[in-house]
């Protein structure tokens, strides 16, 4: 049996409605006739008109589109999906009932998808520096598969897990320009990788493949074709070295939704043909995490104070960056926002063209004044008690919040919907 396997592949309500981390919760259905997503975040704060407690709504609709373009434009590539970007329960267990394996780089991430019924062979141990402890775990629950890139990394495997198999995580020749250029910190070296094939083959590890990651967030995907010949490139040198044949490429993540991901698309299918489009028995995944997240979640926060001082306008609002917009600062994310205002007892949205606008800062609660999600922004006039809403707020935010000055990023709350029934 092969030590990775797909999910069976689904597209289909039911089982997403009854997957682990979804089932038992409410899921509403947004009508294509209403206001969709703001119409919903609307009749949420209409319900909890006391609350001043941000919250996210995840519509699955969305995820269930990503999941059949990916298999449309991927064919080839298996997805696993990167929990680091998005932890959410919900959003795990979907991509579980849609058939998605996992990424996982920590315990407690492989503690999570397994903790949803999902099996260990579906699940990539895809950190190459781990701690021993974790490397023991990994073997304690039967994750046979991580990735590695220095020769500190194959005695540790060898001591605590000798039945793992690797994959060897090389640095692309070109980054893609990314606004995280993983490069930085892992990726074995041209000249590295003899060294480290035997030092794995030596310890009586195998390596049945080779990782590589062109960078996180808006990567230019024209570097598939570097990263991708020089696998083949290590492909070949195992080979040459007498070792046994390799068979699987892991061509990371970084991978957005829209016009990006139709350009990446290409490039990579395009790479695959030329370098491995004659070899036989190979299994191409890559570890998607921005892609099936970002476009998934809207974020609603409540004004909380303001200040006017002459044109300029000032509000404080119920989050910040070292909360869910700690994207801001660590993973260089723009965000776009819209007014939601009370006008008598009913929440409705603003139309920018209707109203006089201002610039505008919008600060985090917190008393440091680093919080600040916005600057020179325009908006209309609003007031304490009017909201704010971001749309794309699913990759890298929450995942990574503290609990700094107090405010808890854990205690955010998530309702779900789907935007686009599927029978």
């Known amino acids: ?157 060898r001591k605590w897990h000798p039945e793992c198999e690797l994959l060897l995580r090389i640095k692309p020749p070109e980054d893609g320009g990314a606004r995280c250029a993983l490069g930085r910190k892992y990726g074995a070296l041209p000249e590295e990788v003899p060294t480290l094939l035997q030092a794995a083959n030596d310890a009586g590890l195998k390596v049945i493949g080779v990782s590589f990651h062109i960078g996180s967030g808006d990567a230019d995907s024209r570097a598939y074709h570097g990263a991708i010949a020089a696998a083949k490139g290590v492909f070949e040198m195992a080979s040459q070295l007498g070792m046994a044949k390799m068979h699987v490429l892991d061509i990371g993540g970084g991978f957005t939704s829209g016009p990006g ?24 995944i890559g570890e998607p995490g921005r892609y099936f997240a970002e476009t998934a979640f809207t974020f609603a926060t409540k004004i909380i104070g303001k200040r006017v001082r002459g044109e300029l306008r000032e509000y404080w609002i119920s989050d910040g960056i070292y909360g869910s917009f700690n994207c801001i600062m660590f993973d260089f994310a723009t965000v776009t926002c819209r007014p939601l205002v009370m006008c008598g007892e009913n929440m409705v949205p603003m139309c920018f063209k209707d109203s006089k606008t201002f610039s505008s800062t919008v600060f985090g609660p917190t008393c440091d004044s680093l919080d600040t999600v916005l600057r020179n922004t325009q908006l209309p006039e609003l007031h304490a008690n009017d909201w704010l809403v971001f749309p794309n707020m699913g990759a890298y935010t929450t995942a990574a919040g503290s609990n700094f000055n107090g405010f808890s990023a854990s205690a955010i709350t998530t309702y779900l919907v789907y935007s686009t029934p599927i029978a």
């Not at 997403?16 to 119409?39: M, N």
């Not at 991901?261 to 191409?284: P, Q, R, W, Y």
Request: hydrophobic residues 40%.
């Open 1 to 157: 049996m092969p030590t990775l396997v797909a999910q069976p592949y689904s597209l289909s309500l039911n089982p997403v409605l009854t997957a682990s981390g979804v089932k038992g919760k409410p899921v509403t259905s947004l009508s294509s006739e209403g206001d969709g997503i703001f119409g919903y975040i609307q009749s949420v704060i209409h319900d909890k008109q006391e609350t001043e407690s941000p919250f996210m709504v995840l519509d699955l609709g969305v995820v269930m589109d990503l999941m059949d373009k990916w298999r449309t434009m991927l064919r080839m590539v298996q997805p696993f999906y990167a929990v680091k970007c998005n932890p959410d329960p919900s959003l795990l267990g979907s991509l579980a009932a849609m058939g998605s394996s996992f990424d996982c780089a920590s315990k407690s991430e492989i503690e999570a998808v397994l903790s949803l019924g999902v099996s260990p062979n579906c699940i990539i141990y895809a950190n190459p520096c781990k701690s021993e402890s974790h490397i023991k775990y990994a073997a304690s629950v039967g994750v046979n598969v991580t990735t590695f890139d220095s020769e500190y990394e194959v005695e540790k495997i």
């Open 261 to 284: 991901f139709d350009a990446a698309a290409m490039h990579v299918n395009k790479a695959l043909e030329s370098n491995f489009g004659n070899e036989e028995g190979i299994t191409v």
